[in-house]
């Protein structure tokens, strides 16, 4: 079972890594100049490399999600939670596949599309975790303190 532990702390610590940085990377300055028309039209290398590097983390990220699904992670519905994982880690994965394999076929706006669908389902995460954040002390109070 040590082995096990140590796995699941390291993919674990992976994860928080990854996720970390994909956040500084997609959620910062470089996040919001990927969308900037002027920073896509007029740098387009830094715009290459800056999705790339989004690519690179996000698989990551995912990767490093897939194998931590199984671990305790709270909630009483272990099962919708990681159903609910997984399908954004697939989802994810996809959206960006198509993103990349619609700028590859030169085809810009539907690999913008793409991106800004991905970008919304990353988005999702964030979102859950701050309703998470506020509801838990809520819905963990008992019936005698809220009479």
């Keep these: 079972m040590a082995k096990t532990e140590g796995t699941s702390a390291a993919n674990s610590s992976t994860h928080s890594w990854s996720e970390k ?15 900037t028309p002027v920073i ?28 931590a699904l199984p671990q305790k992670q709270g909630g009483g519905a272990r099962t919708a939670t990681q159903s609910a994982k997984a399908f954004l880690v697939i989802i994810t994965t996809l959206g960006m ?3 990349w394999w619609n700028v590859r076929r030169k ?10 669908r991905t970008m919304f389902y990353m ?25």
């Design 107 to 116: 085809q810009i706006d539907q690999h913008r599309a793409w991106m800004l």
């Design 40 to 67: 896509r039209k007029n740098f387009i290398t830094f715009h290459r490399i800056n999705g790339y590097t989004l690519l690179t983390l996000l698989l990551t990220n995912n990767g490093a999600a897939c194998v």
């Design 21 to 35: 940085h994909e956040g500084a990377v997609s959620g910062h300055a470089a996040g919001y100049a990927k969308f």
């Design 123 to 147: 988005g999702t995460i964030i979102t859950s975790r701050v309703i998470n954040f506020i509801s838990a002390p809520i819905l963990s109070r008992t019936a005698d303190e809220i009479i």
């Design 97 to 99: 596949a198509m993103a």
